[in-house]
């Protein structure tokens, strides 16, 4: 059974940062692309980055330049470093491998 789980979601002002961390366990971690998705109130759910087995990434337009998808195969976990927050990134984010997600952790930035 897949599980994935989030971590280090929170309360930042504009301008800030924050690191958001997934475990994974029941996968072998590092044959899977993971991704990082979030989705505000009233809107649908977006990937905003993606990192593969080999290393290689992709971003959403809004996030390029700002935030920075990592992994670590030793310890099934996959980071999403985000610097210069904007309030227009306030949302809840998601961990995902293939049809898995994990329970969301809610990023709130303050203008």
């Known amino acids: 059974q897949v599980q994935l789980v989030e971590s280090g979601g929170g309360l930042v002002q504009a301008g800030g940062s924050l690191r958001l961390s997934c475990v994974a366990s029941g996968i072998i971690f590092s044959i899977n692309a993971m991704g990082w998705y979030r989705q505000a109130p009233g809107k649908q759910r977006e990937l905003v980055a993606r990192?593969?087995?080999?290393?290689?990434?992709t971003y959403a337009d809004s996030v390029k330049g700002r935030f920075t998808i990592s992994r670590d195969n030793a310890k099934n976990t996959v980071y999403l470093q985000m610097n210069s927050l904007k309030p227009e990134d306030t949302a809840v984010y998601y961990c995902?491998?293939?049809?898995?997600w994990g329970q969301g952790t809610q990023v709130t930035v303050s203008s």
């Open positions: 995902n491998c293939g049809r898995s």
């Open positions: 990192i593969f087995s080999g290393g290689s990434t």
